[in-house]
């Protein structure tokens, strides 16, 4: 069993940046892809970037490339997204997931989910 707490959102300017935060239970944390996900209201779940349980391989949704960048620590059992450059369409809940083996893009195919925190990004 993984419990996943993130931590990070809030309200910034657009252009601005924060860093999200995913805290995790459990001893085998490395042993899990993470990945993150948001979902804007009236909008379907999407894909925002995942990273592999050694922190060696992410890969990320298109639009978030060049501004966003997921990094690990598991010494801490944390996951981190870095988002810079900011846009007001980022506005929406971002939660992370674990994944049993490689992290993939597909939110169905993730075990364990967080709350999910607001970020919000004003015009």
């Known amino acids: 069993q993984v419990q996943l707490v993130e931590s990070g959102g809030g309200l910034v300017q657009a252009g601005g940046s924060l860093r999200l935060s995913c805290a995790a239970s459990?001893?085998?944390?490395?042993?899990?892809?993470m990945g993150w996900f948001r979902q804007a209201p009236g909008k379907e779940r999407e894909f925002v970037g995942a990273i592999s349980g050694s922190g060696v391989y992410t890969y990320y949704a298109e639009f978030v490339k060049g501004r966003f960048t997921m990094s690990r620590d598991n010494a801490k059992n944390t996951v981190y997204l870095q988002m810079n450059s900011l846009k007001p369409e980022d506005t929406a809940v971002y939660s992370c997931?674990?994944?049993?083996?490689?992290?993939?893009?597909?939110?169905?195919?993730?075990?364990?989910w967080g709350q999910g925190t607001q970020v919000t990004v004003s015009s």
């Open positions: 997931a674990a994944v049993s083996g490689l992290p993939v893009s597909n939110s169905r195919l993730y075990n364990y």
């Open positions: 459990g001893r085998t944390f490395s042993s899990y892809g």
